[in-house]
């Protein structure tokens, strides 16, 4: 296929400079096409993709039902708003219930706002009086202001305050903290079921129950943020199906449209009450585009095995790394779920990332010293074992 790009790498670092906020750490790399878990630049070069679009490309770049689906609708109707009934929209809705724990959907556009929309249910589904929402320190919600502040990491809230009140943090995995910080103001818990940016922190054995108890004990809603975790990353449907405890709330986004921008809340039809007309509202949630992208990731992932493909790159990934882990004092932890993977470093994890991308296997690097790989579900045995291979001679560069 004939390169798309109008500009070379270097050309489009210089237009950037000018003309787009500086927000991000950029590499200096222009992505012009991508199809499973390749992408390839202006220049020609291709990349093995082990971490496809920040978690949200988890069928691999183009998947081609989300790309039909997607041309189909854009052809046929772009956008109406949600004044009107959408076919799409419904199918979307009862897939995701289906495949969850039979409730209804509040859809959006991103993992923030799935969250705003999960902290004004909170507020609205208790009395008046309860409004603290607690979360967790090395969580991750988002950037608007209550998913920020709901995001204890106070990296991400200097030079913001005053920030919003009502949320109070517990370090994750401790329950007794958790206790102690319920009172009578308090109307949820809201956690990653499996920390993803936080470092790939899988709770420890009966945290997430021992949540689910004290929300029914207290009558708090207890909220699973599964942005990241969710739609089939972790090798079930839902990361909290792993662990048999069902939230009263989840939030989805990243991965939901199989590419494309699209965010939902899910909660039971007794919650979804509390959300009436008006009280609030997303112009562009759950779009016609968004909806077809939406059912056809969720067919695409039971018709083709995919959450089994997950489970065998898991077991494949967990081997690997492990086996890594023992040739290599630098690396101090290996954390697999599905295909939610880090790699805990004693180290700085940054020039890893800088020497894979070097050698065109794209990786990420979160808190410091945590490698995280979020691959496509639709990886290949070979492309991991590529992928692994590369990364192990990067880390042993660095070991010296
Ligand atoms: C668990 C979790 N929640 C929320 C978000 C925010 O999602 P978005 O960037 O779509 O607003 C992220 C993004 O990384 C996330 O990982």
Redesign the pocket.
Known sequence: MASVAELSSADTVELFKQYVIPNYTRYPVNLVRGEGSFVWDSEGQRYLDLFPG??CNLLGHCPPRVVQAVQEQVATLIHVPNTWHLDAQGRWAKLLSEHSFGGQAFFCN??????EAAIKLARLHTPPERYKIITFEGG?????LG?LTATAQPKYHEGLGPLMAGFVYAPYGDLAAVADLVDDETCAIMV?PIQ??GGVRIPPAGFLQGLRDLADQHGLLLMF?E???GCGRTGEWFAYQHFGVTPDVM?L??AVCGGIAG?ALMTTHEIAQSLRPGMHAATFGGNPIAARAGIATLETIAEEGLLENTRRLADFFRTRLTALQGDCELIEDVRVQGVMIGIELSVDGGPVVQKCLENNLLINCTQGTVIRLLPAMTLTAEQAEQGCEILAQAIGQLAG
Do not use: M, P, Y
């Open positions: 920040w978690g991103s993992g923030a706002e799935a969250n991750f919600h988002g950037r608007t998913a990653e993803g940016e943020d942005v990241q975790t939030t986004a990243k965010g």
